[in-house]
């Protein structure tokens, strides 16, 4: 991305108007992408237009028809419109890399088929490469970023889930590998509500994927029209929940977008091409942060923060993160997320982490990330909860997959 270019995107997302959502496709793949991540973060950009850049998770210009029918057919095999009754040209869905085309397989089986538009890999890269040095730049103005908000690091984490986005094949192993981990710890934390579309392999490569078509609506649409009851989002944290801090190996894109939920009140988990997976030093102390703030138990809380510090602060150090920490959370556990949302509270909180020794790399970034999403959900569906509470009895629950007795070691 060009100087001129992000400095254009920057007005956008900072200037008075309303986000302009194909201006920011018109920037490019990374544009997309950095306004995607911006739309979490209700401390650095006003709340409201945080909502508006939601629309970046699955609103994109499509390909004109003709242009499907050509980039089909370079894409699959000569044989490959032989296993249909028919395939729609004009998509239903389209999002920043992909877009969606329901089709009929020849047994009768309703599918849609999935396409990545262009060949967006060199000019995202490039992208990448000229970001990389302004925040170079940067850095060395001020080294501190390192430890906290990383640029780099932050970066670097786009390139990588996006990358992974662009081989459709990393979908269906993704999907295989989030099943085989329920699978594996069915009889100790059954997940009897996550469901996972079909995918026809035979039928698929890097470019297209041939996937069960699933009618149900998405959870930004159940957002948008009220039909998400607030015990619906405490079963996807338990659900989500448990990946990130009992496996460690977690649905890493998980917005509003690449959920859906049924009218059984089941969760349908899309989009599966960037798994991420956390160290478990990590998990363990954002794990155990949550657990015993949950219990209203804030020393505990902060101690178990300090286990992510590559050495642990004595003196006045630990006595002024334990200030900090304290005035911070006063009164927190009770207030709802329009008085303060999770993300603000969690920036200020690595912020005071990070000075006293804690290092949030790019590791850390993925379940942060994953985190926000959740937050911007609440926020948008039911800003008059106490979300740290409500999520007192799944974090109870998830102590059977990680052993609370060992938190502050």
Known sequence: MRLFTFLQFARVIRGKKPVDVEKIHSMGLLAVKLGQMCALRPDLINPQKCIELQKLYS???????????????KLTEPDFRDNFKHIETKPFAAASIGQIHRAELLDGSKVVIKIVKADFESSFRKDIRRMKRWFRIGLILNPRLRKVGNPLGLLAHIEDYTLRELDLFNEIKGKETLEQYAEKYKDKFPMPKLKFPKIWKQFSNSRVLVVEEITDPTLESHLESNTLEWDDMLQLFRIHGAFMFGIGTFHGDLHPGNAMMSSDRDFIFIDTGSICRVPERIRKALFGFFFFLAKGELQNSFDAMLTMADVKPTGKTLQNYYSSMFEL??????????????????????????????????????IIRSLMYMDGMVLKGFPDVDLISSMGPYLDEFSTLIDANTLLS
């Open 329 to 366: 959370y006063e009164g927190f556990v009770g207030t709802s997320v329009s008085e303060t949302s999770l993300t603000e509270q969690m920036m200020r909180t690595i912020k005071a982490a990070v000075i006293a020794g804690c290092s949030f790399g790019e590791d850390a970034f993925p």
């Open 59 to 73: 609103r994109a210009p499509p390909i004109p028809e003709e242009n499907f029918d050509q980039l089909l057919t």
